[in-house]
């Protein structure tokens, strides 16, 4: 058991482009979770995955961001037409699912990716 | 919608002695879980101690212990014997059994030798 793994980790990009994170869960674990943390700020939700299925979307989620867990395992983040303001730290967690009726369980964190938008 | 507040932007502490972070949230939920994780500087979030909210038995790991208060939406992390390793941001944060979690601001916490 290695973590969670993301790549890269760090991006700098121009504004405009577009750009595409990964983030490798935690061997057996269902879920999977996407969040976006900016400078002395807690991390805030953004979406997640139980297998392939994404449960739940924020707000924060515009229409340039998409995830994808396409076989249930690695997951994607793509952002389009990156803007300035998307610049922060976007962290991974996952973790497993034990029972369906005692879903709730403790999140393990990825080293997250840099995106710095110029 | 839940929220998660932690009044103490910045916490310090002489080595060994010990500290108490505070932590306040915003639920109607009666089953969630509550968690304190720490972010050295540019390092990645660990998990230090989780609660569940059915148990009036406080969580302890080693050097940490939580003060789960229920009926006040209080939950503290207190660490005992600072070490310059517990040097961090903490982030309380809150479960409601499925889906995110929500996170208070962060608290810094500086040890000092």
């Known amino acids: 058991d290695t973590g969670v793994s993301q790549n890269p980790r760090h991006k700098i990009t121009k504004r405009g482009q577009n750009v595409t994170f990964r983030c490798d869960p935690i061997?057996?674990?269902?879920?999977l979770y996407w969040y976006r943390q900016t400078l002395g700020q807690g991390p805030e939700f953004l979406t997640y995955?139980?297998?392939?299925?994404?449960?739940?979307k924020s707000r924060l989620l515009s229409d340039r961001f998409s995830a994808e867990r396409p076989k249930g395992s690695f997951s994607t983040l793509e952002i389009q037409r990156t803007e300035q303001g998307d610049s922060a730290m976007y962290l991974c967690?996952?973790?497993?699912?034990?029972?369906?009726?005692?879903?709730?369980?403790?999140?393990?964190f990825g080293p997250g990716t840099r995106l710095t938008v110029l | 919608a839940q929220t998660v507040t932690q009044s103490q932007p910045e916490m310090s502490v002489q080595e060994a002695e010990t500290v108490t972070l505070s932590c306040t949230y915003d639920t109607s939920e009666s089953d969630y879980y509550l968690f304190w994780y720490k972010q050295p500087p540019s390092r990645q979030m660990i998990l230090v101690i989780r609660?569940?909210?059915?148990?009036?038995q406080n969580a302890t790991e080693n050097r940490f212990s939580v003060n789960f208060q229920k009926a006040a939406k209080s939950f503290s992390l207190k660490i005992s014997d600072s070490q310059l390793g517990d040097a961090a941001m903490y982030f309380c944060?809150?479960?409601?059994?499925?889906?995110?979690?929500?996170f208070g601001q962060g608290t810094i916490l500086t040890v000092h030798p």
């Open positions: 061997s057996e674990h269902n879920r």
């Open positions: 995955f139980q297998n392939e299925a994404q449960l739940e």
């Open positions: 609660q569940e909210a059915y148990k009036q």
């Open positions: 967690a996952s973790s497993p699912n034990l029972l369906a009726s005692l879903s709730t369980d403790t999140q393990y």
């Open positions: 944060a809150y479960y409601p059994s499925y889906g995110k979690l929500t």
